[in-house]
């Protein structure tokens, strides 16, 4: 199977966001970066089903948007395993809204004619969780979303899809399509040290965003980034750990009245 | 282009979830005619359910092929309802099925999904949360098209007038080949039989990511113990394997609201808020004094919870003492 798994570059969940001075973005300055994480287990279920799946031509290629620093997630992507890789080269993805994104993916996909589209479900960092499924739509493939777990079969796939409150149901839908992926579904792979050395003789095709010629308007546009309104007045317990917990221990017996 | 739809679900019971009429009260925000949408295979039962409860105009998309729910089926049905009324806005509750099917409904009128709305101010400028809760972003709708929405579970409490008379129920047949539903949906089913049921339980103690292994799970444990609490964590746990699936509270796991709950190491992503927030008192223990779960929060201490969770535990003893 030829599978292409779309992977985003997002600011690492630990690291402190701060909003820049435009206010509409984020400071990158000192910001860590990771591979958005169910975009991590998207990766990790194309290079189990390549495995599981070892006839001749199987092939995992990864793509992503971004600016020229992130390679980083691409470099991740080849070291754990992927074969090669697609990066389209924006300085300005944060002014592209999903369907702009999924509209440069589409473009640089399209000529690979993959049996599997894999994407993350939602991102880290921006959560509009739609990419995947408008490029299924622009590629005009069947998908499903919020999918744990991935089985070929003998006429296409069959997918274990995650719903609401502890239910699930299998789907089964005919290749070429798309899927995005749930986090938890499986257990992420380290890169190895002869991964990581492989890695750096892998293909990287850079390609200038601009020359795909899908360049669209967003027509959701972020305005403002803020600081989020409190939903509580939130008293702040201070003091060592002890003098905190004493504290609570006090609230919690006269103010809640559960001890 | 006039008015605006809101296009609800029924659940397996043929009713209507409170999210529906949350994202009708949402509606209202936005001014204009609006026209509640049900679709189905039989949806009289929900259609007659809205209709008694607000909109002026309820319009009933029935096709066979529309049960089960696959994202083709309703992508067609709409796309051809969407064309014969011309709205403004188009306005979706923000569920696992809306998230399934609209991005790509938005994407045939090159439209995108402004999703998992929160607020709604005067523009109207939409906000919605980005980075894991950390900020918040304010989104306008540009260029000539239909503006495709989906609001927050909780976000809009539910506000609607008392309707003079019951709404009329307009239907509408969309065309659908079975040739274009290209998935096949399995029945629905549950991995295990629940065997903890946390929605009744008065206290609870979660444990998210800041416990960091398996190996620190007793700190929270003896917590719970102390305070005779039912033991849940957020989703990272459970994947791990560290807790089972049935302990977990958020959007994929149980809705809890107990007299208590202790976020101890949980940041307060929205997928866990909305498991959560109902919560009558939420006490929040994390070490990032910008973690959203302290906007959520009646009390909150900035630590390690490896040093207060434990100093909790010990007063919780001897205040029971």
């Known amino acids: ?33 990771a591979m958005n994480e169910s975009d991590a287990h998207a990766l990790e279920e194309a ?16 793509v992503t948007a971004g600016a020229e620093s992130a390679g980083t997630v691409i470099r991740e992507a080849l070291a754990k395993g992927a074969d090669r890789a697609i990066h389209i080269l924006a300085d300005d993805l944060p002014s592209r809204d999903s369907f702009g994104v999924a509209s440069l993916l589409a473009a640089a996909v399209k000529d690979e004619k993959p049996d599997l589209i894999l994407a993350g479900l939602q991102s880290e960092d921006l959560g509009n969780g739609q990419t995947g499924v408008i490029l299924a739509e622009l590629l005009g493939l ?118 | 282009m006039s008015g605006i739809l809101v296009i609800l679900q029924q659940r397996s019971d043929n009713k209507i979830a409170r999210i529906n009429w949350e994202a009708l009260t949402a509606t209202q925000r936005l001014g204009g005619d609006v026209t509640a949408v049900i679709l189905g295979a039989d949806v009289q039962t929900a259609a007659a359910e809205i209709a008694a409860k607000a909109p002026s105009k309820v319009i009933a998309v029935e096709h066979p092929l529309l049960n089960p729910y696959t994202a083709d ?36 009128f090159k439209q995108v999904l402004i999703s998992d709305v929160t607020a709604i101010a005067e523009g109207p400028v939409f906000t919605r949360s980005i980075m894991q809760g950390r900020l918040s972003a304010n989104y306008r709708h540009a260029g000539s098209g239909p503006c495709f929405l989906s609001v ?26 079975a040739a274009q539903i290209r998935t096949k949906p399995g029945e629905p ?46 989703r990272p746990i459970c994947d791990n394997g560290w807790l089972p699936m049935e302990r977990q509270v958020g959007s994929s796991g149980q809705t809890v609201a107990p007299k208590l709950y202790i976020a101890a190491g949980i940041s307060g992503a929205i997928q866990h808020l909305v498991g959560m927030k109902g919560s009558q008192c939420i006490v929040a223990i994390n070490k990032d004094p910008d973690a959203p779960i302290f906007e959520v929060a009646d009390y909150g201490i900035v630590g390690d919870l490896m040093e207060v969770v434990p100093a909790i535990t010990a007063a919780v003893k001897a205040a029971k003492q």
Not at chain 1, 47 to 62: D, F, M, P, Y
Not at chain 2, 197 to 202: E, G, T, V
């Open chain 1, 1 to 33: 199977m030829k599978i292409i798994v779309a992977i985003k570059q997002v600011p690492d969940r630990d690291s402190q966001v701060r909003v820049d001075a435009s206010g509409k973005w984020i400071v990158d300055t000192d910001l860590q970066y």
């Open chain 1, 47 to 62: 290079l189990q089903l390549k495995e599981k799946t070892a006839e001749a031509g199987g092939e995992v290629i990864v």
């Open chain 1, 142 to 259: 069947p998908h499903a979303t919020l999918i744990l777990n991935v089985e070929k079969t003998d006429i296409g796939l069959r997918v274990k899809r995650e719903l609401e409150e502890g239910w699930f149901q299998n789907i089964e839908l005919p290749t070429p399509a798309l899927l995005t992926i749930q986090s938890g579904g499986n257990k992420l792979r380290y890169a190895t040290l002869m991964g990581i050395k492989r890695a750096k003789t892998k293909e990287v095709r850079q390609v200038a965003a601009a020359s795909l010629g899908a360049d669209v308007p967003a027509v959701a546009v972020l305005e403002q980034i803020t600081l989020p309104k409190k939903q509580k007045s939130t008293q702040m317990l201070s003091g060592s750990p002890k003098e905190a917990a004493a504290a609570l221990v006090e609230k919690l017996r006269l103010e809640v009245h559960v001890l």
């Open chain 2, 73 to 108: 089926g309703f992508v067609a049905a709409l796309h051809q309802l969407i064309e014969s009324e011309n709205p403004t806005h188009i306005v979706f509750p923000h569920t696992y099925q809306v998230r399934d099917y609209a991005p790509a409904l938005a994407a045939r």
């Open chain 2, 152 to 177: 927050q579970a909780g976000a809009f409490p539910v506000d609607l007038p008392a309707p003079a008379a019951a709404a009329t129920v307009t239907p509408f047949a969309p065309t659908i080949d």
């Open chain 2, 189 to 234: 089913y549950r991995a295990t039989t629940q065997a903890v049921d946390l929605s009744s339980a008065q206290l609870i103690v979660g444990v998210g990511r800041g416990i960091k292994s398996q190996e620190n799970l007793p700190i929270v444990e003896e917590l719970a113990a102390a305070l005779g609490a039912e033991l849940a964590a957020s």
